[in-house]
């Protein structure tokens, strides 16, 4: 044999791995698995719901400029797991835009919102913005406060959407 060449020979034993060496490598990675997943999954469900407050902010902030440059009341109604803005004659402005996966309106929680009807039709519940911007109530009366609360089906978690009384100012918030 020459030099050197001895430790390139090897026995079978020296090679690859051992079965108790994989299993535990298997056991460390289903046991971070175990910890992770539900949390992921958690981070999810609040991703979408913060998602979803947000797109209603967003579409809020949308009837409000409308009704102001259109001079006349514009409509927002909830429906189950949408929301769909109206003009004055309860005809769709756009699309009606749906929520995230999971989430869907808390009409039994929310404040302020009065069901939208025309008298024959029924288009979920909702407020309405007057030519100046501010949020009615029925009747008319104006400069109240308005609580929206969105709820994740899977956690329970919820997100509110609140309207300032006066200056119809959106925040949201976990209650």
């Known amino acids: 044999m020459r030099a050197g060449t001895e430790s390139l020979k090897r026995r079978p034993s020296q090679f690859g791995f051992t079965l108790i060496e994989v299993m535990l490598v298997l056991a460390v990675i289903s ?3 175990l910890v992770t997943v539900p949390k992921y999954q958690a981070l999810i469900e609040q991703i979408h719901l913060d998602s979803s407050a947000q797109s209603v902010v967003g579409r809020l902030n949308y009837a409000k400029q409308l009704a102001m440059d259109q001079r006349k009341t514009i409509y927002v109604a909830f429906n189950g797991n949408a929301i769909q803005i109206l003009d ?7 699309d009606s835009q ?3 996966s999971g989430v869907s309106f808390n ?3 929310s404040l302020g919102l009065n069901p939208l009807t025309d008298g024959t039709n029924s288009y979920g519940w909702g407020l309405a913005y007057s030519n100046k911007g501010y949020v009615m109530a029925s009747g008319g009366r104006t400069g109240f406060a308005a609580n929206i609360l969105l709820t994740s089906s899977r956690s329970g978690r919820s997100e509110s959407i609140n309207i300032g009384a006066g200056t119809g100012y959106l925040t949201t918030s976990e209650p």
């Open 31 to 33: 046991i971070l698995a």
């Open 88 to 94: 004055s004659t309860y005809q769709s402005i756009g």
């Open 98 to 100: 749906s929520f995230e």
């Open 107 to 109: 009409q039994l929680q």
